[in-house]
């Protein structure tokens, strides 16, 4: 049987993130400064995302053929597969007809968060949806197309140890780069575990479930050994959204990671408690580079308000600290244009990203995901249902005290403020740019051990207080 895997690159997507229902990038607004911020964001390639190549190996061992199509739509195959992101499903949507248009007898299957919360996106259009993990077609395939329901559930992987490795190689995997994380490329992505416990009704990492699973450190590394000799990655990206939350795993995996025949980076996202001094000093000896954390915002009402746990005793910037003197980037997620946002705490946020002062600070606009507990709560305040502006960098919100255009220049406000300030560049520019560090440029002295990540009692922010909306806000213009 002929399988097309259909992609799209355009609308600056990565269809990875965002718990697969993908971001865009950042339009540059604010001028000069902000095209170059802009340039920085689109040098890189990122990968594909990691469920194609889980789908490539799948109907591979079935004994498919494969092919991958990046905006194209190949006449004569079987089955086209779609995984569409939020941002592209216009575009998807037309491809899709043109597939079942130029090859009458053909199946369109439908994969992803998007199908699994938005399967009225798909009216109209004689497609099947694969509500589920798309890997469930390794075990469920033939039963997904016998059947004539329009929507198949398949659930998810019990054991992501039955896995087969993911296949690169439709991909142009040589081109895949991720230069905010790593200084060697080719990059691959790689996954230790899916799934998170937390609670916030925001994310779309919970949609489908709200626990863990893991995979043996074993598997992982020889992934990782067969990801260096069959596509020459020399860096790697967990796509895990709660990276350490089994210790024991986590050592073990830094030593396998110690052992595999090439010295490799790699990146992780996790929760900064999650993440202590030792397992820190134990992934960055054998290549850990850089740790994307959320952030979000220095409002514990705000975090509570929308069931973020709170970082127990504000100690975001010893962590960016540690990570520092360690030689550890970080990249911090910071959240503006809730609701309720007013000029001055969009401006707060921005003041302790400055305090914290992270490698890379990212600056994303609220963005409702559907199938979110988020999304149902405030359906009424969505400006608009046109999934194409879901880039997380584009006001969608119908806000109490600004309007859509304040909230988009108060956005890129923050990121060439945050960027274009000496101190940024003088504690991060080594690592940044490597090179710096063997021309002389220091990182800073180790933090004292009381000055390390540590979880203690709860206590209120008082460098940077709550801020209440107010009508004075509500007009401000942006200095």
Not at 123 to 141: P, S, Y
Request: charged residues 25%; contains cysteine; aromatic residues 12%.
């Amino acid at each position: 049987m002929r399988i097309v895997l259909w992609d799209t690159r355009k609308l600056d997507v990565a269809k990875d993130f965002a718990g697969g229902y993908g971001v865009g990038q950042f339009p540059g607004g604010g001028g000069i400064g902000g095209r170059v911020v802009r340039h920085f964001f689109k040098r890189d390639y990122r990968p594909t995302a990691l469920v194609f190549a889980y789908l490539a190996a799948i109907f591979r061992k079935l004994g498919h053929h494969v092919e991958y199509s990046l905006d194209r739509v190949p006449v004569g195959a079987d089955v086209y597969i779609f995984n569409p992101s939020l941002i592209t499903l216009p575009l998807e949507r037309m491809a899709m007809s043109e597939a079942l248009a130029a090859t009458p007898g053909s199946r369109v299957l439908v994969t992803g968060p998007v199908a699994y919360s938005m399967g009225e996106a798909f009216d109209g259009l004689d497609v099947t949806i694969v509500r589920g993990e798309a890997e469930q077609l390794l075990w469920k395939f033939d039963d997904v197309m016998q059947s004539s329901e329009r929507t198949v559930e398949v659930g998810k992987v019990a054991d992501l140890d039955e896995l087969p490795f993911p296949d690169w190689s439709p991909f142009s995997p040589g081109r895949f780069s991720i230069g905010f994380d790593f200084t060697k490329f080719p990059t691959g992505l790689v996954q230790q575990s899916r799934g998170c416990t937390l609670k916030c009704n925001y994310c779309p990492y919970i949609i489908l479930e709200n626990s863990t699973r893991l995979r043996s450190p074993e598997m992982v590394a020889a992934e990782m050994q067969r990801g260096i000799q069959l596509y020459g990655f020399r860096s790697f990206k967990f796509r895990d959204p709660l990276f350490g939350v089994d210790r024991k795993r986590v050592f073990r995996l830094a030593e396998l990671i110690g052992s595999l025949p090439k010295k490799i980076e790699f990146s992780i996202e996790s929760r900064i408690d999650l993440l202590r001094p030792d397992v820190l000093r134990a992934l960055r000896d054998v290549g850990l580079t850089s740790i994307t954390v959320g952030i979000e915002t220095p409002s514990e009402e705000t975090l509570r308000r929308y069931h973020r746990a709170p970082i127990r005793d504000d100690k975001q910037r010893d962590f960016v600290l540690l990570c520092r003197a360690l030689g550890i980037r970080t990249v911090a997620g910071f959240m503006i244009g809730f609701p309720e946002d007013t000029e001055r705490s969009i401006r707060t946020v921005l003041r302790y990203a400055k305090a914290v002062n992270p490698t890379f600070a990212n600056f994303n606009v609220v963005t409702p995901y559907p199938g979110t507990e988020f999304f149902e709560e405030i359906r009424e305040q969505i400006a608009t249902f046109d999934t194409s502006k879901y880039t997380v960098y584009t006001p969608v919100l119908k806000y109490r005290y600004l309007t859509p255009e304040q909230v988009s220049e108060l956005h890129a406000k923050c990121f060439l403020s945050y960027y274009f300030r000496g101190r940024w560049f003088w504690a991060n520019a080594p690592l940044v740019w490597p090179r710096l560090q063997r021309m002389g440029w220091r990182l800073p002295p180790m933090p004292e051990p009381d000055q390390n990540v540590h979880v203690g009692p709860p206590k209120p922010h008082t460098s940077l207080p709550v801020v209440q909306p107010g009508k004075e806000d509500a007009n401000r213009r942006v200095a």
